[in-house]
């Protein structure tokens, strides 16, 4: 038996969907809102019709029939913290989303839009590896200071479904495996699977920096500049995310534009991205120590794992853990349409959202 599976990603300027057919990919789209569109609306869930349309109006161009679709998965938005792996889409859910979200986020839509098409078509409706995820163990949750508890927040889906994929492909199940997985992207962070469950992490804004995000940066200097009275509240925030990072340095979150300068001898430029890839080494390093070095593999995934410069240099450092695999793209839609397909064959149950 086969299964028709409709994904639903939404973004702050863009709703991506998909439809894949078990693990084949019909067609994935991304549906682009204008400034124009977007700020009509007071607030990210005013949106929801207004996307839901965008969709229903794509669907029936391209003559999609939704009573032939299997199910509707969705990226999980700011709920409280979840597991990780799938969720039916309930009532609490939805009114956790659309009523008292953790976070305003585009994500939000994301779950109401999947539901409304799922109820449609009398199928049921999912999410996926939410961004909310959160298995840590009591101790990885101790920071230092108890104001500051650490938190679970990372790239879920992408990593989970790398680590998954990795441990099909030998024949081995996930739940057996510990694999470090760093997600390189306009944020990075790193994650460590062991045994089925994401037990550690280093976070985008406590370890290395990113195109567009400063990462972990000296505390004390971090508190003079905040109070220097030379930034507001807004401009410290971008400096950490936004106008981090690559940016800061080079002026630039494009990684290509980052190569091209060093191809053309500029050697400041050569510096901080090297700098890049030696503090995401550091990362893997620092998470290897969690399972004292018993790593089975280290992943390199994201659209930055594209580049064979960083990866080698990464590679480089980290090698004498684990064997590194280079697993480059984002891969959210096939992550959640693989989810969902392993939730339909019987392979995963999906959970209850309760609070």
């Not at 913290?81 to 799938?86: C, H, I, L, W």
């Not at 889409?89 to 839009?113: F, G, K, Q, T």
């Amino acid at each position: 038996m086969s299964y028709k599976i409709f994904v639903v990603n939404t973004g702050s300027t863009s709703t991506k969907i998909a439809l894949y057919e078990d693990e084949k990919e019909i067609f994935t789209k991304s549906l682009s809102h204008s400034d124009e569109d977007i700020n009509k609306y007071h607030d990210v869930q005013d949106q929801l019709h207004m996307r839901l349309e965008f969709i229903r109006s794509f669907l029936e161009e391209k003559k999609i029939d939704i009573k032939e679709l299997s199910c509707v998965v969705a990226r999980g938005g700011m709920l409280l913290p979840v597991k990780s792996g799938a969720y039916e889409i309930n009532e609490l859910m939805l009114d956790r989303v659309e009523n008292r979200p953790v976070m305003e986020h585009a994500s939000n839509l994301a779950a109401p839009i999947a539901y409304s098409i799922a109820k449609e078509a009398g199928i049921p409706s999912y999410i996926y590896d939410s961004v909310m995820t959160d298995e840590f163990p009591d101790i990885a949750r101790i920071s230092g200071m108890p104001d500051i508890p650490r938190s679970s927040t990372s790239h879920v889906l992408n990593t989970r479904a790398m680590a998954i994929k990795y441990a099909k492909s030998l024949g081995k199940k996930y739940q057996d495996m510990t694999i470090i997985v760093a997600h390189l992207g306009g944020g990075i962070s790193i994650n460590l699977h062991h045994k089925g469950r994401i037990i550690d992490l280093v976070s985008d804004d406590e370890g290395p920096f990113s195109p567009e995000r400063a990462g972990r940066v000296p505390c004390r200097e971090l508190i003079n500049l905040c109070y220097s009275g030379k930034y507001d509240k807004k401009t410290m925030q971008r400096k950490l995310r936004g106008n981090g990072g690559l940016k800061a340095y080079l002026n630039t979150i494009d990684a290509r534009e980052v190569e091209k300068m060093i191809a053309n001898g500029d050697e400041y430029a050569k510096l901080i991205y090297e700098a890049m890839a030696y503090q995401i080494a550091k990362g893997i390093g620092e998470l290897a120590t969690v399972v004292e070095g018993k790593v089975d593999a280290i992943i390199l995934t994201g659209g930055i794992a594209h580049s064979q410069m960083l990866t080698s240099w990464i590679k480089n450092r980290v090698s004498f853990i684990a064997h590194v695999e280079i697993m480059p793209g984002e891969n959210e839609m096939e992550a959640l349409a693989y989810g969902a397909l392993r939730v339909l064959r019987g392979e995963e149950k999906a959970k209850e959202y309760t609070e």
